[in-house]
């Protein structure tokens, strides 16, 4: 299957370029890695191309014009430049273990979708791995490194054999997210009508669940590293709330401001 990689980046250079070596480090390469860019205006586009010239797969480059956390949109814009069959949304504050893209690979099935696994970095190991680009994600159980889900951290492939399909909860992100390109065209991707941090990943996966999609949770593989950041502004999140409890209770399965934009929302 052809697997394309989305990572979202906005203004963050040095994690960007700490994302794209543990990319290059993978034992199963993707298809090809789509760069969802809401807006820099810094070096990430030097960085880019600097690693265009020797990535070892396609390193494609989407971006627009920064107007604010859009998360949603410039995901859409990937979407529709992914060749992709299954699609891996990534965001831009993980990077990962060597096995990561042969563990979704693995587990991708047919009217599923997947959710990976995050270790919580401290500032101090964010910092230093920034710094000196080291993207050799080796943590040992009891790393100084690591600040919260520490267990996320081992890697038991065989524990994935027994994976139970998720009940739906609003606790469940897209952040991290496996899932075939049929299956998210089929809800009409991410709801552009959230703008601002917050809830437009758990919209969509609210809306994979009301079109029938079994989740689950990998343990123990497709690990990812999450780097410490500031908070992002809280500002829309009563509003994009709203949103959320809108899908969930009226069980919503298409959004009409998404891949497509209906004329109604446009009026």
């Known amino acids: 299957m052809k697997t394309s990689l989305i990572i979202v980046t906005y203004n963050r250079p040095g994690a960007l ?10 034992t199963v390469l993707p298809t090809e890695v789509i760069i969802a860019d809401d807006g820099s205006t810094d070096d990430t586009l030097q960085i880019i191309n600097t690693f265009q010239k020797k990535f070892p797969v396609p390193l494609l480059h989407v971006w627009h014009e920064d107007k604010g956390f859009r998360a949603a949109a410039i995901r859409n814009s990937a979407i ?41 970095l401290k500032k101090t190991a964010t910092d230093s791995r920034i710094a000196n680009q080291r993207a050799n994600a080796v943590f040992p159980l009891l790393s100084e490194e690591i600040e919260t889900n520490r267990l996320n951290s081992l890697r038991f492939p065989l524990i ?17 997210l496996g899932v075939w390109k049929k299956d998210i065209l089929a809800v009409n991707g991410w709801n552009e009508d959230f703008q601002g941090w917050g809830m437009e990943d758990t919209e ?13 949770k990998i343990k123990f593989q497709a690990i990812t590293y999450h780097l410490w950041h500031k908070i992002e502004s809280r500002e829309k999140v009563s509003t994009n709330q709203l949103l959320l409890e809108k899908t969930v209770t009226e069980k919503l399965k298409w959004c009409s401001y998404g891949l497509k934009k209906e004329p109604a929302h446009l009026s």
């Open 204 to 216: 969509l996966v609210a809306r994979l669940f009301n079109q029938g999609l079994i989740f689950k």
């Open 160 to 176: 994935n054999k027994f994976l139970k399909p998720l009940k739906y909860s609003s606790r469940l992100r897209g952040g991290l």
């Open 80 to 120: 529709k430049s992914s060749s992709g069959d299954y699609l891996i949304f990534s965001d831009g504050d993980l990077f990962f273990h060597k096995n990561f893209i042969r563990d979704f690979k693995t587990h991708a099935r047919k009217n599923e979708a997947l959710i990976g696994s995050r270790v919580f």
């Open 17 to 26: 370029s700490l994302i794209l070596k543990s990319i290059e480090r993978q």
